[in-house]
């Protein structure tokens, strides 16, 4: 979706991805496929994304299971490619927040409380490792604000829909290419209005305040 969002602009993405169903930091950081992938080097950037809940558990949970294996997939990033950026992907609350750790820690009981610690998790790796952050869950905030229409959820309430996955576009559009993201015409088979509306909150959320965002 990127690239054919970049494309659209007459930017280039050439792109490699690895990303089993599930899987952690902690699992990528002694996953030869990953380290391969890092180690051909020559990259501009290189994203990391955790399992979607982990980064909301509780502090002492993040600092032993998550915070280490960022710094190691980090380091390895910047020890093979001279000139890359580590980018974090901030993901998003579930729908209605996560009713299977509900239980143990209550402040992920809603959307919103899940959606803040996500954001708070994401901020701090980034912040730490002086990389770079990709807002998609910031942006999907917004457009549940501004744009309640527009459904970001798959029917499981945690995966992206279409117009999740091209709301994660935007974002990354506007962070990767310091570029504004409304002069991206690629809407994929969304309808005019709702590409419209997600590529003006990316905009609002990530172009206007690339800063925010470390870059």
Known sequence: MLKDVAASTGDT?????????????KQHASDNNTINKIMIGNWDYVVLQEQSQRPAFPEYQVQADLYPYARILDSLIRHYNSCAETVFYMT???????????ANFPPICTYAGMDSMLRA???YMADTNNALV???????RYIRTNYPGIELYDTDGAHPSLAGTY?????????????????ISFNSTLTSGVAANIRTAAKAVAFDSLSTWFV
């Open 121 to 123: 998790r994401y901020m």
């Open 167 to 183: 709301t994660a576009a935007c974002s990354f559009y506007s962070v990767l290419f310091r570029k504004n993201p409304l002069t």
């Open 92 to 102: 998003w609350g579930y729908k209605n927040g996560d009713a299977s750790n509900c």
């Open 134 to 140: 990709s807002p998609v869950g910031a942006v999907r």
């Open 13 to 25: 993405v050439e792109y490699d991805s690895y990303a089993p169903g599930g899987y952690t930091l």
